[in-house]
Nanobody, 114 residues
Framework: QVQFVESGGGLVQPGGSLRLSCAGS????????VAWYRQVPGKQRELVAR???????NYADSVKGRFTISRDNAKKTVYLQMNTLKPEDTAVYYC????????WGQGTQVTVSS
């Protein structure tokens, strides 16, 4: 069974940067498309960025040019480099497959505030 552990969140000022990590486990993790999602209380979870097994990437319009998703299949890890952060990026960030599976990790809180 595929599982994920997210890390790297924190409190950062507007304009700052963070790098999130998603450590995957279970057979087949490196074979799937993986995505970062985020959720704000009271709102629907949204897909932020996704990366295919071969490295093809797609981004939500709200983060294009600021966020970069990457993966290291040898380490079974997917990263999200977030630059020029804005207050509206504040959310809990999760990783999961595309399409998603029922398992969700704890996520990592990102707070952008001065």
């Amino acid at each position: 069974q595929v599982q994920f552990v997210e890390s790297g969140g924190g409190l950062v000022q507007p304009g700052g940067s963070l790098r999130l990590s998603c450590a995957g486990s279970g057979s087949g993790f490196i074979s799937y498309m993986v995505a970062w999602y985020r959720q704000v209380p009271g709102k629907q979870r949204e897909l932020v960025a996704r990366i295919s097994r071969g490295g093809t990437t797609n981004y939500a319009d709200s983060v294009k040019g600021r966020f970069t998703i990457s993966r290291d299949n040898a380490k079974k890890t997917v990263y999200l480099q977030m630059n020029t952060l804005k207050p509206e990026d504040t959310a809990v960030y999760y990783c999961n497959l595309v399409p998603t599976i029922d398992y969700w990790g704890q996520g990592t809180q990102v707070t952008v505030s001065s």
